[in-house]
């Protein structure tokens, strides 16, 4: 190119970025008044915002004329379209998305621009989301972003499911919510009436918008308690739903279908462990078979088995001395939460917690796969971590459904025990009689319903409600996870919480 067309092109590309910015002409008869040019103060417009779904963005730009103080007109474009002529912008961030917007001021003797840049992000990315229901079985859904750094956590104040689907109604009496596949899973049991049937409802994680809902009427007994599905499904795998009665169906996560067990027939505990790494192709689920008094475990798909040291050991060959937990009855089952850096060196453990016939409480850690291959013998064996060991003697003070929590971190379980949050160290030979108090929530009437961790497991979520306070009565607290000292509180921000989750990004 020679150098007359290189000034050329560098003339014309200035010329055109002026007249990007601001357009004014002489129309006056005699162009005897000097022209009144318009001006946006930067300052109050920015090139570039980032708001929330739902959020409200509002814009007052300021501007200033020379040589005069002409009527100004305003046009706000969004997306190429105009959004509005208001002086000011008001707009509400309906959908995700980025927006390549431009302010327009005019008056008489021409216009000037301001382009910028509108960023809609989910306020749902990372958190804790907690479902809750009032004593009438009204369901209420709130999340709690993870915060930036240097901010503070807040809860939303409104129900994310009402205000992301202001045309549904979610079903009566919430039990369950899992992350799975890109949806949260919420599982209703309805209030028993034709037009509050139990249902499943799928969620984009993102929006929190219903992308499908599963309605069961053809099952009397369906009432879901416990959702059984990995954080990443597979397509053509069911997945059980254990229910109020104990007994289980299957569900397609693919296929929105919910059908009769063919693998679980009996009835179980109110107690299951999902454990997975992300993939949906490497999964355990552990339940309590309440008929015979066993561990089984599903995995990938496989199963079930029941807990021996024979390997792949079923259910009808699982008596006596075959049964690992022959003559017991279950306390309770917890999963031991790993770091992510924990997860990369130790295998996926299991806390059960049984009672013998004559009143001995035992523990005993398992690997969730249940087996292993010992290289040195050459042989598979059962990986049950130094075996049985005491916990208490006559009483228990949790039961399947009592609230806990475990980790690796500190080797410790928290439990609920009213508004108590207990400490038990599980590795050691503290006796549960003579677990710690860690810390107490709310009034003294509060009940704790459930506890959550922080990824590095610094921090323990205390979810919990105050039976005698109507209207939202549930409250989360943030300890400590090793001193208890409690590090945030956020009250009145749900119904009873029914079951809490830290949501992924």
């Not at 739902?54 to 379209?81: M, R």
């Not at 917890?334 to 013998?356: C, F, G, H, S, Y």
């Not at 009940?447 to 590095?456: A, K, L, M, Q």
């Amino acid at each position: 190119m020679t150098l007359r067309k290189n000034i050329t092109t560098i003339l014309f590309a200035a010329l055109a970025a002026c007249m990007l910015t601001a357009c004014f002409s002489d129309d006056t008869t005699n162009g005897d008044r000097p022209l009144c040019e318009i001006t946006i103060d930067e300052a109050s417009v920015k090139t570039v915002y980032n708001i929330y779904k739902n959020e409200t963005l509002t814009i007052t730009p300021v501007c200033s004329q020379t040589n005069g103080n002409l009527p100004l007109t305003y046009t706000w474009e969004v997306g190429q379209e105009v959004y509005s002529h208001e002086p000011q912008l008001t707009f509400v961030g309906k959908e995700l998305g980025s927006w390549q917007c431009r302010l327009i001021v005019e008056n008489e003797d021409g216009k000037t621009f301001f382009p910028f840049k509108l960023n809609v992000n989910s306020p749902y990315e990372e958190g804790i989301t907690i479902l809750s229901c009032d004593p009438q079985g009204k369901p209420m859904l709130s999340f709690m972003q993870e915060p930036e750094d240097g901010q503070k956590a807040e809860f939303y104040d409104y129900d994310c499911f009402a205000i992301n689907n202001p045309d549904e109604h979610m079903a009566s009496y919430p039990a369950d919510i899992v992350q799975s596949g890109g949806s949260l899973i919420i599982a209703c049991q309805g209030a028993g009436t034709a037009s509050d049937v139990p249902t499943i409802y799928y969620l984009n994680e993102k929006t929190m918008v219903t992308e499908n809902i599963v309605t069961v009427k053809e099952f009397p007994d369906f009432k879901p308690t416990i959702l059984g599905i990995p954080s990443m499904d597979a397509s053509g795998v069911a997945y059980p739903i254990l229910c109020e009665n104990g007994n289980t169906y299957e569900f397609s996560t693919t296929e929105g279908a919910i059908v009769k067990p063919t693998k679980l027939k009996y009835t179980y505990a109110q107690n299951m462990i999902v454990r997975d790494n992300g993939t949906g192709n490497n999964y355990e689920l552990l339940l309590w078979d309440n008929e015979i008094g066993g561990l089984l475990q599903i995995y990938n798909g496989y199963g079930p088995y029941y807990c021996s040291k024979t390997y792949h050991l079923t259910r009808e060959k699982c008596n006596g001395t075959e049964n690992y937990f022959d003559g017991r009855t279950l306390c309770k089952m917890v999963l031991v939460r790993m770091t992510d850096e924990q997860a990369k060196t130790n295998d996926p453990q299991a806390l059960v917690i049984a009672k013998t016939a004559t009143g001995l409480v035992q523990k005993v850690v398992v690997n969730t796969s249940f087996w292993k291959y010992n290289f040195d013998t050459a042989e598979t064996v059962l990986a049950d971590n130094g075996g049985v060991k005491m916990a208490n003697i006559n009483t228990c003070p949790v039961s399947e459904t009592t609230p806990a929590i475990a980790n690796m971190t500190y080797y410790s379980m928290l439990y609920a025990d009213g508004n108590k949050v207990m400490r038990w160290n599980y590795t050691t030979s503290q006796l549960m009689n003579k677990a710690d108090v860690l810390q107490t929530v709310g009034s003294d009437n509060a009940i704790i319903t459930g506890f959550e961790i922080s990824p590095d497991h610094e921090r323990t979520y205390v979810a919990f409600y105050e039976p005698s306070q109507q209207g939202k009565n549930g409250s989360l607290w943030i300890i400590d996870t090793d001193k208890g000292t409690i590090l945030e509180k956020h009250d009145n921000i749900a119904y009873r919480p029914v079951r809490m989750i830290y949501k992924k990004k």
